[in-house]
């Protein structure tokens, strides 16, 4: 089976117009410039995985064989050559212990022989598929979408035994709203200099520019940018419209006011210090906030939490010693999954020392806002009417005869620039072009716009699916325009692994995708709650800067989702069949091998014009790429960092983070002088946070 796999990629390579990049022509070791130094290693990389019958193998080991102690190169180099072993190691063993992979393998080969083939594009895209990418099947056929669509869409309907008998009838008091802001430094000291800040805040940012950054987030906020390009004032703002629009319609009251929880993840230690007196000068210069009631919590926040307020309370309570997990998962900083959990469990606590009122929680996006007119004129309901419904909470039944609990609500998202061809427009549609290259061995366009389309766009009529007797379940989600009770919180309490570093959203369920004795916790899908996404028409540039980090996150969410869900304690492939198309088309059999090909490939196509400024970006995502993916091929492959051990140490962490809160709270009805005075810690700790928007 290696000898066929070997000559698929020769096949493939061969014919370039198949690839749309001549890979063979891309292998010129005579060019000794660091560009073209990249883009040989690269060109080597597929030429040595196409085998000992490729006429240029010689060359391509030779050439890694050169640079495999030069000091700029060498950490590339054990990249590609690891990798060459990595990749036929895992296609032998999934073809021994799978015999239709195995088939399909041979398919592949038996169909790559004849060049004529090739030139039936779309067999051939799904020949690839087979092996591949199982999950983009047939989405390539526009014929065959429309079935994809009514077929997921019976996959994920739910019959409604029981409406939630106590919905959400207050959401300004009932709803705590939640969102994460990721900051970092201005980019030079030159720039503290001449920024509209005050003096005192100057003087610290001068202080932490020279500290080493310790975290990095995709296009996070400068302290210091400019009103128009600040994301946290701009989605605040628009909160805080939406607010209004709920007061002129009589949902909320005319002096309530919504309660927001911010996250701020921050690049470097000393800007936790620093970043709610900076939103605090913001505000105070550009913005009028009169309906929201904001609080910040930086990673120095949750650490007090810890220690001043959950420690204590596991001590006494728990008789609990072994808690420093507790420092772990409760967090801002670090990886996406960190602050994602952090912003749902929140709501707990706050209900439990805070504001008993609290019901849930509602997560947004800072760039993303309620379009009221819209959604009043085109779904009938104002956002805030949408999460009073009587679905979120719900109990019912699955596709499967499975006992589902609808604790969790998703809503859908519709693009700045579609917004006036109508509020129900999908924000990811089917790409209808020619796959390129890496596309032919993944391209998840395929499986989320089949998502949107099957879930986050259907809508409830008279049919079969009315919103009273039935209605879906929602796997796929979106960061933002999503909630969950917190009754489901404290009785399921799913979470998102620290060591997520992308798709937090989508791997947040996976903790708890099935119920053993309980039910299955699910998501509701309510019908016109739609968020308007605008982060093009206001992030543009700065989506554009992130776009290669973004995209080898891509490929490292590759090999988490597969790892990660080996380390659940459910078969495999019920996991994989419960979260298919989209979630699951990041879960593979074998990671490895697409995330090695998916990136040689792109960084093929950068190359390909072998103009200054695609060499330059081929160098560049190769620098980046193979050093990160390097990492986490490692990581995944070491005992010690073995996902399983530490899903489990947080699963048991979150255990003891719910079962503080429930003991605190007994111990607060019945009047405990120390929890009393832990509820006076925990309202000081969150007074604290709060910004204050009034301008002296």
């Not at 193998?57 to 890694?64: G, H, I, S």
Request: hydrophobic letters at 40%; one cysteine or more; proline letters at 4%.
């Amino acid at each position: 089976m290696k000898h066929k796999f070997e000559e698929i990629i020769r096949h493939i390579m061969a014919a370039d117009s198949l690839l749309k990049v001549n890979v063979h022509d891309q292998f010129r070791p005579d060019e000794t410039d660091i560009p073209a130094v990249a883009r040989n290693l690269n060109a080597a990389f597929m030429i040595a995985l196409s085998g000992i019958s490729d006429d240029l193998y010689r060359q391509a080991t030779d050439y890694f064989s050169g640079l495999r102690t030069d000091p700029a190169w060498g950490v590339t180099v054990r990249f590609y050559t690891e990798g060459l072993e990595a990749i036929l190691s895992e296609i032998s063993n999934r073809c021994d212990n799978d015999d239709g992979f195995r088939n399909c393998v041979a398919d592949l080969f038996s169909w790559t022989e004849k060049p004529e083939n090739l030139k039936n594009y779309q067999e051939t895209v799904e020949k690839f598929h087979q092996v591949f990418f199982p999950e983009g099947l047939s989405l390539s056929d526009r014929q065959q979408r429309e079935e994809k669509i009514n077929s997921l869409r019976d996959k994920r309907k739910i019959r409604i035994d029981r409406l939630n008998p106590s919905p959400v009838t207050r959401p300004a008091k009932e709803i705590l709203f939640t969102s994460n802001i990721l900051v970092t430094t201005p980019q030079s000291p030159c720039e503290i200099r001449d920024l509209p800040v005050s003096d005192s805040l100057r003087q610290k940012l001068k202080n932490v520019i020279r500290e080493d950054q310790v975290f990095w987030y995709d296009h996070p906020v400068p302290i210091g940018v400019s009103p128009e390009h600040n994301e946290v004032l701009y989605g605040l703002e628009a909160l805080d419209e939406a607010v209004d629009f709920e007061k002129q319609r009589g949902t909320v009251g005319k002096s309530e006011k919504v309660t927001c929880v911010l996250s701020a993840s921050a690049t470097h230690k000393g800007l936790q210090a620093v970043i709610k007196e900076y939103l605090e000068e913001e505000f105070k210069k550009e913005k009028n906030i009169r309906n929201l009631d904001v609080f910040v919590f930086s990673e120095a926040d949750t650490k007090r939490l810890v220690k001043d307020i959950l420690i204590p309370a596991a001590e006494r309570y728990l008789d609990v010693s072994r808690h420093s997990v507790l420092y772990d998962i409760v967090g801002v900083d670090g990886e996406y999954g960190r602050h994602y959990s952090f912003l749902k469990a929140i709501s707990a606590f706050w209900k439990v020392l805070v504001a008993p009122e609290i019901k849930g929680t509602f997560k947004i996006d800072l760039d993303q806002v309620f379009p009221q007119k819209e959604l009043v004129e085109q779904s009938g309901s104002s956002a805030f009417e949408h999460m009073m419904t009587p679905l979120w909470g719900a109990e019912g039944v699955d596709s499967r005869g499975n006992a589902v609990e609808l604790g969790m609500i998703a809503g859908a998202l519709v693009n700045e620039r579609d917004i006036n061809k109508g509020l129900f427009q999908p924000d990811v549609v089917f790409p209808d072009r020619e796959l390129k290259a890496d596309e032919l061995i993944f391209f998840s366009a395929l499986p989320q716009a089949l998502s949107t389309e099957a879930e986050m766009m259907t809508r409830y009529t008279e049919n079969k699916l009315d919103g009273k007797g039935h209605c879906i379940q929602r796997i796929h989600v979106t960061g933002g325009t999503c909630g969950i009770l917190i009754e489901a919180l404290r009785k399921y309490q799913p979470f998102t692994p620290t060591f997520i570093g992308r798709a937090e959203d989508q791997a947040y369920i996976l903790s708890v995708l099935f119920g053993n004795e309980r039910k299955n916790l699910r998501y509701v899908h309510k019908d016109g709650l739609i968020m308007r996404h605008d982060k093009e028409a206001f992030a543009g540039e700065a989506i554009k800067i992130a776009a290669k980090g973004k995209l080898i996150g891509d490929y490292i969410r590759i090999l988490l989702f597969s790892n990660y869900v080996n380390s659940l304690p459910w078969q495999f492939e019920d996991v994989k069949d419960t979260i298919d198309p989209f979630t699951g088309c990041f879960v593979s059999k074998i990671p490895v091998t697409v995330v090695y090909l998916r990136f040689a490939l792109k960084t093929a196509l950068f190359f390909r014009d072998n103009t200054k400024n695609g060499n330059k970006e081929g160098y560049d995502f190769l620098q980046i790429g193979s050093k990160r993916l390097y990492e986490a091929v490692h990581n995944m492959s070491d005992p010690a960092e073995s996902l399983i051990e530490k899903f489990q140490a947080e699963k048991k962490g979150w255990k003891l983070f719910y079962d503080i809160l429930e003991i605190t709270g007994e111990k607060l009805e019945q009047k405990d002088k120390f929890a009393l005075e832990l509820k006076k810690k925990a309202e000081a700790l969150v007074r604290g946070c709060r910004i204050n928007f009034e301008v002296k």
